[in-house]
């Protein structure tokens, strides 16, 4: 997805009002004249002015007939699409769900459900998907005793 | 004396001399492999470099980005595909030369000059660093706010042809900054409540989004995931070397220098660096219009200028803990990881660790003949490892990485977070660079203007009253008065497609 | 050949790891981050530097410093309350923890930590670069006094901390309005005194120990030291009292902490390592060569005399009108 440049300032001067109004509620450093309300309103002032620039700039010369949204590609093609979704809702429920699943089972979920998609021979896509969690489990989770969530497996050593 | 002494006694040690290896076969690999750049390189190995000693972790870290940066040559020659992005902007003259059958002349200039940059590169690194200490120690606010506001500036200002794209990603950088507790006062801000977020957003989840996930993004965004096959090598990749080593001396010096200064200069590293030397080499040419018909000369000096970058942005990341390209960018993360703070008092205090950084990079540029050698020599092996497999492999290290640095899922999220905007980011045409080095800079240059501020009694010329921070002031000055004509231009004459 | 490759990759990482650390039972069974509030430079960054190998040493646990200066020490300590209280993030606290809630930098105070031992004790003292004109306090306090109000900044820690209480006392003690020596906070006595050499500020309240570095170095120049008597580091240097008459003194105190609710099974392990690592030969020759006043409580006794110090300097601050 590809949005013209205006709307892309657009969203970044929402960002800098934010940033300048906020920064109004900070309450200044006691005893002192600059505190920590200064430096906050300088970068939205400046996020501001260039982004103010970028609109202004995609309004009035960008080439005629930009849409103010164009879709990639990558969005039209459904597998690459779901290829980029994918990616990202795994991490997400890797997020939400290594407490309570754990890494080791999590982990090879991930890559034999990435592995599919892609198409490697499923035999071969196990093998390297258990190989490669319980390697990292034993480098990171033992080694170097990362407290990766064992989940389902607690107690299993 | 001592120091040198220390530092090669460190570096001695076997279990360093194997990291050194390891890592060399890792950067390597990672930099050969299109879509996997010398940054993602390092900042995968981060988690890693948490349980070493400092020595250990620089050794790791400094072996890799060498050997990831020659490494991107390789694939550049033989599938016209970059391995890194330094290594772009002679692609196609390496391919035409791999076309002509000379694969074997353009990799080995690669390797030899890389090599010979980046030695080159060290040795600048090791004179002018400690020099620059000694002056850097006489340095208050004043001269800190304008040294980081010209860092800033000159990473919008030589990197990009969009320098309001540019601008505005060093601001969202500079906003990501404001999160949390680190400010003067140690007020709570833009936390909304999250406990998470009082520490600040961490640098190093942060990055690994940008530059790691981001990338795996793209690829798994692509058409086509898989690489054309790859040619053997099987000539004598040195052959010839020497000649040319006779034949191009003010070549690759003009590159070794060149690539030096704009690796020193913040914010532009290594790729920059062989944009801007390969089009030197070509303006300076006797014979600039062999030029991208496979011509040897600016394969030379941009090889070595690449390489020499690597070197020259530990400049100012030791000197003042100003970042020079992404890569010490995470440096500075690890060496802060490590509780030395980069800056003149890190000369002072740990001499060692200085000491052994430089002999580290001596190490690496030597051994890269060696080890480029293999790696070219089993190149069509190196690139027949499928993405398909690999990508999801990154995206489980990924995942663990950022978990290993705080012990918190809150970090994936941030990496993932991180992930998207950086992917977005550049959909847009939006740099990403510069938004890490505000996040870095952004305590940095707060700090300084607050502290000034109350110094001067909330008077700017208080900025203007010592004399090198005046020189600075001037000079930063004068670059915003550039970059305004030069944005303003750029509002009349759109790039923008 | 491809699975060749994967292997080569696979056994790189493999060593890569493997390489990093062994391990054992019980607390600590992994990493502890050691938070220090303050910046580079300064005696908390030096004591934890002293410490944590000794503890490395003691639990065969690698125990990471890491620094998180800023806000008067308010991110350290806070970063340290708010921890997991599983034992694996300590802290090095400063005399801040009784000190935060009364500025008003932070809602927390010392009943939001679980103190393992108090280790050092220091005085305040006054530094000045080797290129000022003062040759003694005499001189500094008599310029302040002459001069227009501003003229002259001092430095040595955040908005309101210890060293800047030990400048507001010493100001009132000698009869001058605070506000005629603007506080210029600093991220610790480190940059203070890195700030105070560049020319930054006139003179730095920090202890003498925590300038020693410069001192040494003859980038700066000790004028005297807050405390009641004379230093062992540097017998030259007068107290306060001896060079102006005023009665000020102040000191500073530091200690290992972590944040409420740390198990006891921790604290059994951890307190007894301490006092093994304070007693031991290498920490004491490291406290006399770096002149830091050696100090010990245990938890308890910890426990009491914060209670005292904190309303001790919720009366001092008062009536110097620091707080209101």
């Known amino acids: 997805m590809r949005f013209h440049d205006s709307v892309c300032g657009a969203v970044l001067l929402a960002l800098a009002v934010f940033i300048f109004t906020y920064a109004l509620t900070i309450p200044p450093m006691p005893g002192q004249q600059y505190g920590a309300d200064v430096f906050p309103r300088m970068v939205a002032i400046g996020l501001g002015a260039f982004s103010l620039m970028l609109v202004f700039r995609g309004w009035k010369y960008s080439a005629p007939g930009t849409p103010w949204v164009a879709i990639a590609p990558w969005m039209r093609d459904p597998r690459t699409r779901g290829n980029f979704i994918l990616a990202f809702v795994l991490t997400i429920a890797y997020v939400l769900l290594d407490d309570i699943v754990g890494f080791i089972p999590l982990g090879i979920a991930i890559l034999m459900v990435l592995f599919v998609r892609q198409k490697v021979e499923w035999r071969k896509g196990a093998v390297i998907a258990v190989a490669m969690v319980v390697m990292t489990q034993f480098l990171f989770g033992n080694l170097l005793r990362v407290p990766l969530p064992r989940g389902i497996l607690t107690g299993f050593w | 004396m001592d120091a040198i002494i220390q530092a090669l006694l460190l570096i001695a040690d076997p279990y360093v001399i194997l990291l050194i290896c390891l890592s060399s076969a890792f950067g390597l690999f990672v930099g050969a492999m299109p879509g996997l750049t010398a940054t993602m390189a390092t900042a995968l190995l981060v988690p890693i470099t948490f349980f070493m000693p400092p020595l250990p972790a620089m050794a790791v870290i400094v072996t890799t980005s060498c050997m990831a940066i ?3 040559d390789i694939p550049g020659a033989l599938l016209r595909i970059p391995g890194t992005p330094a290594s772009a902007a002679y692609t196609n003259e390496a391919y035409a030369m791999t076309v002509k ?12 000059f890389s090599a010979i940059g980046g030695i080159f590169g060290t040795i600048v690194l090791a004179t002018s660093a400690p020099l620059l200490a000694e002056v850097a120690i006489k340095f208050s606010s004043f001269e800190y706010f304008w040294l980081v506001c010209l860092g800033l500036t000159c990473a919008v200002f030589i990197a990009l042809d969009d320098p309001v794209k540019g601008m505005l990603a060093l601001f969202i950088g500079l906003a990501v900054a404001l999160i949390g507790l680190e400010n003067p006062a140690g007020l709570p801000r833009f936390v909304f409540g999250v406990t998470d977020l009082m520490s600040g957003i961490e640098m190093i989840p942060a990055m690994i989004g940008m530059f790691a996930i981001a990338e795996v993004l793209r690829i798994v965004a692509a058409a086509t995931t898989r690489l054309p096959p790859a040619r053997a090598i099987s000539g004598s990749i040195f052959k010839g070397q020497w000649t040319l080593t006779k034949k191009y001396p003010k070549q690759i010096l003009r590159g070794s220098t060149i690539g030096v200064l704009i690796g020193a200069l913040p914010g532009a590293g290594a790729d920059i660096a062989s944009w801007i030397t390969y089009a030197t080499a070509k303006k300076f040419s006797k014979e600039p219009e ?3 018909t496979g011509h040897v000369e600016g394969i030379v000096e941009s090889g070595a200028a690449n390489n020499a970058a690597v070197s020259g942005a530990w400049i100012p990341a030791l000197v003042f803990g100003i970042p020079g390209d992404s890569i010490t960018a995470i440096v500075i993360g690890v060496l802060y990881l490590k509780n030395i703070i980069p800056g003149p008092m890190v000369f002072v205090n ?8 430089f002999a580290l990079f001596f190490l690496a540029n030597l051994i890269l003949i060696p080890f480029g050698w293999l790696a070219i020599k089993s190149a069509k092996h190196i690139l027949a490892v499928p993405r398909e497999i690999l990508m999801p492999i990154v995206l489980l290290f990924c995942i663990v990485g950022a978990f290993a640095v705080t012990n918190s899922p809150f970090a994936i999220g941030v990496m993932l977070a991180f992930g998207l905007i950086g992917f977005l980011m550049e959909e847009h045409g939006f740099p990403v660079a510069p938004v890490i080095l505000g996040i870095i800079l952004g305590p940095m240059l707060e700090q300084n203007f607050v502290t000034s501020m109350i110094k001067s009694d909330g008077s700017f010329l208080g900025f203007f009253n010592r004399p090198i921070a005046a020189g600075l002031g001037v000079v930063t000055l004068a670059v915003w008065g550039v970059m305004l004509l030069r944005g303003l231009k750029a509002i009349r004459v759109p790039q923008t497609a | 050949m491809r699975q060749r490759f994967q292997q080569v990759m696979a056994l790189g990482l493999l060593g890569l790891v493997g390489l990093a650390s062994p391990t054992q039972a019980a607390w600590p069974d992994r990493p502890v981050t050691i938070i220090v509030p303050w910046g580079a430079g300064g005696a908390a960054d030096a004591l934890s530097r002293i410490l944590a ?11 990471n410093v890491v620094l998180r200066p800023g806000g008067s020490g308010v991110v350290g300590h806070t970063a340290i309350a708010q921890a997991r209280p599983d034992g694996y993030t300590i802290g090095l606290g400063t005399v801040e923890i009784v000190m935060l809630q009364h500025q008003n930098l932070a809602p927390i105070n010392h009943k939001d930590f679980t103190p393992f031992a108090i280790i050092n004790a220091d005085a305040g003292g006054l530094i000045v670069g080797t290129d000022s004109p003062y040759k003694t306090a005499k001189e500094l306090i008599e310029d302040i006094k002459r001069k227009p109000a501003g003229a002259l900044k001092a430095s040595g820690t955040g908005q309101g901390g210890i060293w800047h209480l030990g400048l507001v006392g010493w100001l009132l003690d000698e009869g001058v309005e605070p506000a005629r020596v603007p506080w210029v906070p600093s991220q610790g006595a480190g940059p203070a005194m890195t700030d105070l050499v560049a020319g930054g500020v006139a003179f730095v309240t920090a202890s003498l120990p925590e300038g020693r570095a410069m001192i040494d170095a003859g980038k700066a120049r000790a004028l005297a030291n807050m405390d009641t008597k004379r230093l062992a580091l540097y017998p030259n240097v007068p107290t306060l009292t001896e060079a102006t008459g005023t009665k000020w003194s102040v000191l ?8 409420k609710g740390i ?4 604290s059994d392990r951890l307190v007894p390592a301490l006092q093994k690592a304070h007693a031991s030969k290498e920490f004491q020759d490291f406290m006399r060569d770096r002149g830091f006043g050696v100090a010990w409580m245990g938890p308890a006794d910890a426990s009491r005399f914060m209670d005292k110090s904190y309303d001790d300097f919720g009366r001092v601050m008062k009536a110097s009108g620091m707080i209101k």
């Open chain 2, 70 to 72: 020659f490494a991107g």
């Open chain 2, 101 to 112: 059958g000379q694969a074997e002349t353009a990799l080995g200039a690669g390797v030899v």
């Open chain 2, 290 to 292: 062999k030029f991208g």
């Open chain 2, 350 to 357: 740990q001499p060692a660790i200085v000491t052994g950084i």
């Open chain 3, 53 to 63: 190998p000794m503890l490395e040493q003691e639990f065969k646990q690698p125990f």
């Open chain 3, 252 to 259: 500073t105190w530091r200690g290992v902490f972590g944040p």
């Open chain 3, 263 to 266: 198990p006891q099974e921790v």
